[in-house]
């Protein structure tokens, strides 16, 4: 799905309607003023706005993993329902391990440092749980306990989200196959049964359907006719999940982090139900901690006062490099404000949400596009400055024809405080690049221009575009590894109430 997105986001790049004659050219000046008042630049609060998400985030898991601790313990396990309160809390300390899912989710970590933690996290508690067992625990006994509790829920999310690209579309996905899963499952029960030992005689219709068909295109028409039955209510939910994400009831975060403890309570509960049946499915009622916690720390989350507009430019067919750096920065900056970029193939497995997808499957996708200039004031009016239930703000992607795109970098500029640029591999040949930095050097209310720079930027010929720029407005940053301290450097610029602060 993400690379059949990727492929008609390229062919409606390259098929846009002719230039406006009326736009703006190249040559013409590159002068532009802003009347806005600029909000605060606050790295500080930045980080007050991480810690208290990440807070969030483990209390909410601890009270999922206590609560289902709690359920299972009455329900599942073989007890007498007796359990003191040491077993429930130290019960639920290992089924709280998703807290690290949830980090890891935030702070944009690599799937093997994900992995690593989780692995760090068990280690951590194992003295607690051995101490508090009422029976002699080895370690092997202790880690097959971790095993059994994390070991299949852990393979599971690793499918669904080491892969950018998978991680960016299955999650969202799955609640309609789900559905179209369901329709198999019941309908090839309802064979199951016409088919049964203990039926003397199946219908007429069915011996008629198997001596056809035969029985392995019989089980597959019941398997996969019922999709046609169940196809509009699976879109239904799609075009549902995508309302529902464009009116704020969820953020991209809030959805991953939900979809990964249904999935850890979905198995566990499943797991149980061989021994004590549906009472295990009593688990599932932990999962409701996280809407409920959400909605009581909403204005704990939420920012107060005017907040920064980020533009982020950078030089385009370099995806591994801008993947990481919007991980690694871009990320960071929603906790203090929104960001504007020109949509491009090289974010989607960053930046593709619930309304794009169900927007290309609807067949809509170029209604997103900006057909010239005297389109940019409305989808600027339209741009998204509210704060998500998280307290962080989305990313405004604006969809551009080649013939589009020079009108609305220049209403973007206009519309942002701070600028990051990734000039790393820029080169004279950089048409694009080169139009960017003048139309920056022009607009004298943008507060902070952070550039990054490798071995490879022709950095020349970029300050010769920057021309006459005031001194201390364009800061250079050597970004030729872009590790964690690096990125804390490129926040700390683009932050800091001075420059150079």
Wanted: charged fraction near 20%; charge should be neutral; aromatic fraction near 10%.
């Amino acid at each position: 799905m993400a690379a059949l997105y990727r492929r008609r986001m390229l062919a409606l790049m390259r098929s846009g309607p002719a230039p406006d004659a009326h736009a703006p050219s190249q040559d013409d000046a590159l002068t532009l003023q802003s009347q806005r008042q600029p909000p605060p630049l606050d790295l500080t609060a930045n980080r007050r706005a991480a810690t208290r998400l990440l807070l969030t985030l483990s209390v909410i898991s601890l009270l999922v993993g206590l609560t289902q601790s709690g359920l299972a313990l009455v329900f599942d396990y073989e007890t007498d329902r007796d359990f003191s309160i040491k077993q429930w809390l130290v019960v639920g300390l290992i089924f709280a391990w998703p807290m690290v899912l949830a980090w890891g989710l935030l702070l944009r970590w690599s799937w093997l440092r994900m992995l690593a933690s989780v692995l760090v996290y068990f280690a951590a508690i194992t003295p607690v749980v051995m101490l508090a067992s009422n029976q002699a625990q080895t370690l092997v006994d202790v880690w097959t306990l971790y095993g059994i509790a994390a070991a299949t829920p852990m393979l599971v999310v690793l499918l669904i989200g080491a892969s950018g690209r998978i991680r960016v579309t299955a999650p969202y996905l799955l609640p309609l196959f789900l559905v179209l899963m369901l329709a198999s499952h019941l309908s090839l029960d309802l064979l199951a049964g016409l088919t049964a030992k203990d039926i003397p005689n199946w219908p007429g219709w069915l011996k008629s359907l198997t001596g056809v068909l035969g029985a392995y295109a019989t089980m597959a028409l019941f398997a996969l006719g019922p999709w046609l039955l169940a196809a509009w209510p699976a879109y239904a939910l799609g075009l549902g999940m995508a309302t529902a994400y464009r009116h704020k009831r969820y953020s991209d975060l809030v959805y991953m982090f939900a979809a990964y403890w249904l999935l850890v309570l979905a198995i566990g509960a499943l797991t149980g139900l061989a021994s004590v049946g549906v009472a295990a499915l009593w688990q599932l009622l932990a999962w409701f901690w996280i809407p409920l916690g959400l909605f009581l720390l909403r204005g704990w989350l939420t920012p107060s006062g005017p907040v920064p507009t980020l533009l982020v430019l950078r030089v385009f067919q370099r995806d591994a490099q801008v993947e990481a750096l919007f991980d690694r920065v871009v990320e960071r900056w929603r906790l203090s404000g929104n960001a504007l970029l020109i949509a491009g193939t090289d974010l989607i497995s960053r930046t593709l949400d619930p309304d794009d997808l169900f927007a290309f499957m609807n067949g809509r996708l170029a209604d997103r596009f900006i057909a010239s200039s005297d389109d940019v004031p409305r989808r600027l009016a339209e741009l998204d400055r509210l704060p998500d239930p998280d307290g962080r703000y989305r990313v405004n992607e604006f969809y551009c024809f080649d013939t589009t795109w020079q009108p609305t970098l220049r209403a973007l500029v206009e519309s942002s405080d701070v600028v990051l640029m990734d000039l790393r591999g820029f080169q004279p040949e950089n048409l694009g690049c080169r139009f960017e930095l003048r139309v920056l050097a022009g607009a004298p209310h943008l507060r902070r221009l952070a550039l990054l720079h490798d071995a490879h930027t022709a950095r020349e010929a970029a300050e010769s575009d920057i021309g006459q720029a005031s001194e201390g407005r364009f800061v250079w940053l050597d970004a030729e590894r872009l590790g964690q301290r690096k990125a804390g450097e490129i926040l700390e610029a683009l932050l800091s109430a001075e420059p150079g602060s």
